[in-house]
């Protein structure tokens, strides 16, 4: 059975880090592109950050763009997203989840991932 959870969330004040992590069972991370999404309140899911399996390229939403690190640890089985200089408005349920159709990251189209998890909430607020 393949699940997705991710951990890491919480509140932080802004100009604060997090590192989320995303842990899959029973499926292999390092074969697919792996995406960060989140879903702020009254929102739609938004793509965040993906890193490819084939060339370990990564590829970021501009609203994140230098001050977000995604990452994995294919000995781990684990994808990492590094969010520092957080704002109030990074405040989401931030989701991972797998590109079944790429090994290389070409956008957040949602019908192109699936095996999504719960989601981790951060909070970013004074």
């Known amino acids: 059975q393949v699940q997705f959870v991710e951990s890491g969330g919480g509140l932080v004040q802004p100009g604060g880090s997090l590192r989320l992590g995303c842990a899959a069972s029973?499926?292999?991370?390092?074969?697919?592109?792996i995406g960060w999404f989140r879903q702020a309140p009254g929102k739609e899911r938004e793509g965040v950050s993906c890193i490819s399996s084939a060339d370990g390229s990564t590829m970021y939403a501009d609203s994140v763009k230098g001050r977000f690190t995604i990452s994995k640890d294919n000995a781990r089985n684990t994808v990492y997203l590094q969010m520092n200089s957080l704002k109030p408005d990074d405040t989401a349920v931030y989701y991972c989840?797998?590109?079944?159709?790429?090994?290389?990251?070409?956008?957040?189209?949602?019908?192109?991932?699936?095996?999504w998890g719960q989601g981790t909430q951060v909070t970013v607020s004074s």
């Open positions: 989840s797998a590109n079944l159709m790429r090994r290389l990251c070409a956008g957040f189209t949602e019908h192109e991932y699936g095996y």
């Open positions: 029973g499926f292999d991370l390092g074969y697919y592109a």
